[in-house]
């Protein structure tokens, strides 16, 4: 998505350890308009293909998935919570996440009253690099016997595993921005 | 708001300690076009008023200061990351809170770019209690200099002291829906 790699290279800063911040207009400050402009694209490649909820993880992944919802006849959102290793319930499945950023590990929670069988799933995220939360969140999916339609990612860090991972795994995965190098001066590089 | 009390008598859960859950519609599933009546109610209470910045803290206010900004030009939302209270920088802007529901203590931090003394602000979270949170995105936008319009919030426990807390600083506090009572065998009741 053009726009998309034109504005990450605008707003994005690149900082040492392979971080690219895009605070500036989606994970901290959101910028809506270009949001909504995301989510079209979103409803434009998964158009006719029955998505009936979207799933993404707090706290990035919220308005995006909440804009995306539009396009799916305003399908609801459920977004996965991250809680402490400890927290156990038979009412909630859970995956276990492990995340290089903040080198902790954490738990995906999502209540089972949330997903049904036949339920046709559209899963949202910003951020696609070693794919630890994308695949926590299709674990949850799966166990719930939902259908997982794709993935729908805003900026994948093509040089990393993540997207391998799950793409392996036999679901679709839409990326809208795919990084394929960084550098320490700034400078981003994206898929042709 | 007459539908949202009736949404919360249908769908709200009273559970032992005085918790009461939303999470059906409000802040683990989201009830999309729910959200965006609520959000209309906020732009006609403080349609004219010059807002041009949203703020909420992640994870649960982030839909509905999305789906806001909408009535105030597309205004940006700037959403309060929680941290751990060691966490500090010169560059964010932070504020103390306690959390009596999850009984811990956290930071609010805002990066100092996103605010700035020209902004007039709304600041929208789905619940008020005791105030915690409500009170520590007023003292970071207090500490920044910019104009607190009004704070919008979708359910405020009237009977808990965290409204009387903020309106008592002088800020215009309103909530969309006023739990008077709860009772455990999961009768709520609002302020007429």
Redesign the interface.
């Known amino acids: 998505m053009k726009i998309l790699e034109d504005k990450i290279r605008a707003e994005g800063v690149v900082l040492p350890g392979d971080i690219l911040k895009v ?1 500036n207009f989606l994970n ?6 270009f ?1 909504r402009l995301i989510a079209s694209e979103f409803g434009r490649i998964f158009y006719g293909t029955g998505i009936n909820k979207i799933m993404t993880v ?2 990035s992944g ?2 995006i998935a ?2 995306t ?2 396009y799916f006849n ?6 996965a ?1 991250k809680g402490a290793v400890s927290t156990m319930s038979k009412d909630v499945y859970s995956a276990d996440v492990h995340s290089y950023t903040h080198n902790n590990d954490y738990k995906l929670n ?2 089972k009253k ?1 997903l049904s069988k036949n339920d046709r799933i559209l899963i949202i995220d910003d951020f696609l690099a070693t794919g630890e939360a994308l695949n926590g969140l299709t674990q949850i999916v799966e166990e719930s016997g939902a259908t997982i339609v794709g993935c729908g990612v805003v900026v994948e860090k093509a040089y990393q595993n993540g997207g391998k991972l799950i793409r392996d795994k036999g679901y679709q995965v839409v990326s809208l921005a795919r990084v394929t190098a960084m550098s320490d001066d700034g400078q981003i590089e994206f898929e042709d």
């Open positions: 605070d901290h400050q959101i910028d809506t308009s949001v707090e706290a919220i308005a909440y804009a919802s539009q305003d399908a609801p959102v459920v977004y919570k999502v209540a949330f």
